[in-house]
């Protein structure tokens, strides 16, 4: 069979811009996209290539999930250790296919339970199992008494599932060699605490300065990245003084946080991961928590912050990546599109805005050489071919029948989430 595809008969969405081409054609040789555009404007000598015809189905950018838990296997927030690795591992292998099958053919991990992470990234990349592209974390690097840090110390079994509980610059610094040696390609820390925590709440800083800064500038010195969580305004400073990529939450914002925000916003990307929290709030008596309880108070108010703090946030240009924390038991894998309609309904983004964040602005965070992210000539032949047009309905995204093919690194994946038969990928590999 031919290495050249030609999509034809579609509407394309390419993610340079806001516009949507109608009868537009894709060219594809191997895994990288030589012509894309209006139908009109393509031509091509040969005649070696598979054509099709998509028939007016829509085609955008492959999407960014860049607050990934691909190890959560679907608990409760206080459980995602207690899973047996040998179980974990079955089920991550599943996630990720469901991961690839939503359309979202990146991912940056956000925290690994044991180290799945980096052999599932191994295995999606010599072809073993589907699933999508993948920035690998490692265990949550975090202070004792921190958000990750989950047993009382009575009660503490020796475990090294969800955290690597560090103290002190030298030992935060060998923490993160230890990631290094171990595959890690983003190293997660916890700046601040959550608000059904047993300890450490948001706000309370588990690091001192000098903690932060060790870590990242061991992590940058093993070429790695850093994500934090960080939900308050102190939190965030700190990350951002610190020099860390991917700042998760990010929930309340004063002028100075803004101030330093705007300042870095080149260097940096935010995601709110609000999903869960909305989750919450929806199922807040189902997970023991009465809608009058000072837990369901205290996260609607925080979710009402983020809000404000988002708004202000776009309007500066800050760049707001898609991730909601997907993976627990109320935002289970499969619904990370959620976020889009999220980002419509609450942060005043426009169908084309939301879809930028999971697109371009997630192919930038995900690959700084500028490969992913948009359909344009000489990127990477990562795509989504849809029935529905998510400019004029954002939500079509989360209806898996709507998701008719995915295509990464120039192979067509249909049936992935159809987990009662064998999925289908169409391969020009001889």
């Known amino acids: 069979m031919s290495k050249q595809k030609i999509l034809t008969n579609l509407n394309l969405f390419k993610g340079d811009n806001d516009e949507l081409i109608n009868d537009a054609t894709i060219f594809i040789d191997g895994n990288t996209i030589r012509y894309s555009g209006p139908a009109s404007g393509f031509n091509s000598s040969s005649n070696d290539f598979e054509v099709f015809d998509l028939k007016g189905k829509t085609v955008i950018p492959g999407m960014t999930e860049s607050h990934a838990h691909l190890s959560y296997t679907n608990n409760g927030p206080l459980e995602l250790d207690k899973t047996p690795v040998e179980e974990a591992m079955i089920k991550t292998v599943d996630n990720a296919r469901v991961m690839l099958g939503s359309g979202f053919t990146s991912a940056i991990s956000f925290g690994s339970i044991h180290r799945i992470d980096v052999f599932l990234r191994n295995a999606i990349n010599n072809g073993s199992i589907p699933g999508p592209r993948l920035l690998a974390g490692g265990r949550d690097i975090c202070a004792i008494g921190g958000n990750a840090d989950t047993y009382p110390d009575y009660a503490k079994p020796q475990t090294d599932g969800l955290a690597m509980i560090t103290d002190g610059p030298w030992e935060i610094r060998k923490a993160v060699r230890t990631l290094w040696k171990n595959g890690v390609d983003v190293v997660k820390?916890?700046?601040d605490g959550e608000l059904i925590s047993l300890q450490g709440r948001p706000g309370d800083l588990g690091y001192k300065d000098e903690e932060?800064?060790?870590?990242?500038?061991?992590a940058h010195r093993k070429k790695m990245k850093v994500a934090c969580h960080a939900r308050s305004a102190e939190a965030v400073k700190q990350a951002v003084r610190a020099g860390i990529d991917f700042i998760g939450h990010a929930n309340y914002i004063d002028e100075e946080a803004l101030e330093l925000l705007i300042k870095n916003k080149d260097k940096l990307f935010v995601g709110p991961g609000i999903a869960w929290e909305i989750a919450f709030l929806e199922n807040?008596?189902?997970m023991g928590f009465s809608k009058d309880s000072k837990e369901v108070d205290a996260y609607r108010e925080e979710v009402e912050q983020t809000i404000i703090s988002y708004k202000r946030m776009?309007?500066?240009?800050?760049r707001i990546l898609v991730g909601g924390d997907y993976g627990l038991d109320i935002a289970p894998h499969g619904t990370y599109a959620k976020d889009l309609e999220h980002y419509v309904n609450l942060f005043g983004f426009s169908n084309a805005e939301a879809l930028h964040a999971a697109t371009s602005l997630g192919g930038q965070a995900m690959?700084?050489?500028g490969s992913l992210g948009t359909l344009e000539e000489g990127k990477l032949a990562d795509l989504v071919i849809i029935n529905g047009n998510p400019l004029e309905d954002i939500t079509v995204l989360q209806n898996h029948e709507c998701i008719d093919t995915v295509m990464?690194?120039?192979l067509m994946y249909k049936g992935l989430l159809?987990?009662?038969s064998p999925y289908l990928i169409r391969d020009d590999v001889s």
């Open 284 to 286: 807040s008596e189902k």
């Open 189 to 191: 820390v916890m700046i």
């Open 408 to 410: 990464k690194d120039g």
């Open 314 to 318: 776009k309007k500066e240009g800050i």
């Open 367 to 369: 690959d700084s050489n």
């Open 212 to 218: 932060v800064e060790a870590l990242v500038d061991e």
């Open 418 to 420: 159809n987990n009662k």
